[in-house]
């Protein structure tokens, strides 16, 4: 009887290869053709070896699992060599796939430390596996030729009903038609959104979102990640439960976000960048970035309550995300979503379950409270007619090294007192009660009870922020 060996293959160098990109569609293309080759390349590789789909164990997040018979091995390095060399011409030496195969024998933990041991050299030695000419003067292809590719990608996905592999072409997904192919209804879940264009006929453009947005007509990109995920996984006793977690996961990011993006308050301002097994990135029109971002988190807290609540621990139950906003009409899609990931980076690294989102790290708790401030901030503003200046002159208290986050202004307000002086100023005449008690709800929310010092809760900047942003013409 043959002996059965496990395969795992991995992406590397995801990140540079998304962030290259000079144009938008062609990021969004990249980060979507990694999200097929983690799908696409271990379904056609059974499927090209007339083996069962039930092998499959997991896939996605640019990484896959399966189980093959011992003697699938030789071919299925070929295969994956093969696949390799046309990745590394398509993405233009950025993107390497590597792999490595064990025997399925022993306990999961000592099976799982092989396969990490031997990727880990694999990524030492990426020219592993390859024939004599790979170590041939390389010539790189013209990037307008691979660009061309991710354009119509881009272009055709969000509105396909299957994606196809060919033998000639490994790496290339093509959309409709190939010698195997997957239902993106049924086969593949796959998170594909698109806000269309005003004519329906295309997706909409970044400016487009941008325009869509209340008050600020700018747009940006939001980033999540399931915090400490890799420790759930390695806390797997089992195959078994490794499978189930991973799919898990993937299965949330990609179905539960094509429907929420798919919300009327958010298809025609959202576009999906790309939802991996422990991750996500959208794209769109500011003000529904912030919205999603809490819905998400919301969605992805009641996930967890229910499918891991036999599970020890923290890790993996709670998640992280970041907004960057793009600062003017020069900033370009790689340099916002590279914002993005670096302040997500940063969020976790102060702590876990937060969102970095308008110049703070907050707890998720925190962002509801924000959200009720920059609703009484707004009716402010929109029944007094106080000027932008109310809300330049409450950021001041929230300076930090004489700078604002976002507008650069030097204001210095050292007496919290003032904030009540300008509040009674601004509604002066008022004398509703009903308006007495918004002007006391807000002082409160936005100071401590210290006469002498300022006490400023951590979520006013952010309320402060989204006002501006809000109800700026």
Excluded at 348 to 374: H, P, Q
């Amino acid at each position: 009887m043959s002996v059965q060996i496990l395969l795992s293959g991995k992406l590397l160098g995801i990140e540079e290869f998304v962030l290259s990109a000079e144009e938008a569609r062609v990021l969004v293309g990249r980060a979507q053709w990694i999200t097929l080759l983690g799908e696409v390349l271990p379904r056609a590789l059974l499927a090209e070896f007339g083996l069962a789909r039930i092998l499959l164990g997991s896939s996605g997040g640019g990484q896959f699992l399966l189980v093959l018979p011992g003697e699938a091995k030789a071919s299925a390095e070929e295969f994956l060599a093969a696949a390799g060399r046309e990745m590394d011409e398509i993405g233009g030496g950025r993107l390497k796939l590597v792999w490595a195969a064990t025997e399925n024998l022993g306990e999961w933990s000592v099976v799982r430390k092989r396969l990490t041991e031997a990727l880990k050299r694999k990524v030492g030695a990426e020219a592993a596996g390859w024939q004599m000419e790979a170590f041939q003067p390389h010539i790189a292809p013209r990037q307008a030729d691979g660009s061309e590719y991710f354009r119509e990608l881009a272009a055709g996905l969000w509105q396909a009903e299957s994606v196809g592999w060919n033998p000639e072409s490994p790496a290339r997904i093509v959309l409709g038609a190939g010698k195997h192919t997957w239902s993106l209804r049924d086969d593949l879940p796959l998170a594909r959104h698109a806000a269309p264009s005003e004519d329906g006929a295309a997706p909409a453009k970044l400016a487009a979102m941008g325009r869509r947005s209340e008050g600020r007509k700018a747009w940006g990109v939001l980033r999540g990640d399931a915090d400490s995920f890799r420790i759930r996984l390695r806390r797997a006793e089992t195959i078994e439960e490794h499978v189930r977690v991973s799919m898990l996961y993937k299965q949330f990011f990609a179905g539960e976000l094509e429907v929420l993006c798919s919300q009327p308050e958010f298809w025609r301002k959202v576009t999906i960048l790309y939802s991996g097994g422990d991750d996500f990135a959208v794209c769109g029109a500011w003000d529904a970035l912030i919205p999603l971002a809490r819905e998400m988190q919301r969605l992805f807290h009641r996930f967890t309550e229910e499918n891991l609540k036999e599970l020890p621990g923290p890790e993996g139950k709670t998640i992280s995300m970041a907004v960057a906003l793009a600062a003017d009409t020069s900033a370009t899609l790689a340099w916002v979503y590279e914002d993005a990931g670096t302040r997500l980076e940063r969020a976790k690294d102060l702590d876990k379950d937060c969102i970095s989102v308008l110049g703070r790290v907050l707890e998720w708790r925190y962002l509801a409270d924000a959200a009720e401030l920059k609703e009484t901030l707004a009716r402010m503003v929109a029944d007094f007619g106080p000027t932008s200046q109310l809300l330049s002159e409450l950021s001041g208290f929230y300076r930090k090294g004489g700078q604002t986050w976002s507008h650069g202004t030097e204001q210095r307000f050292d007496r919290p007192w003032r904030f009540q002086r300008r509040l009674n100023r601004v509604l002066v005449g008022a004398k509703d009660r009903e308006v007495q008690k918004l002007r006391a709800h807000l002082a409160n929310e936005m100071m401590g009870r210290g006469a002498a010092q300022v006490k400023l809760r951590p979520a006013g900047l952010v309320a402060l922020e989204w006002a501006r942003l809000t109800t700026e013409v």
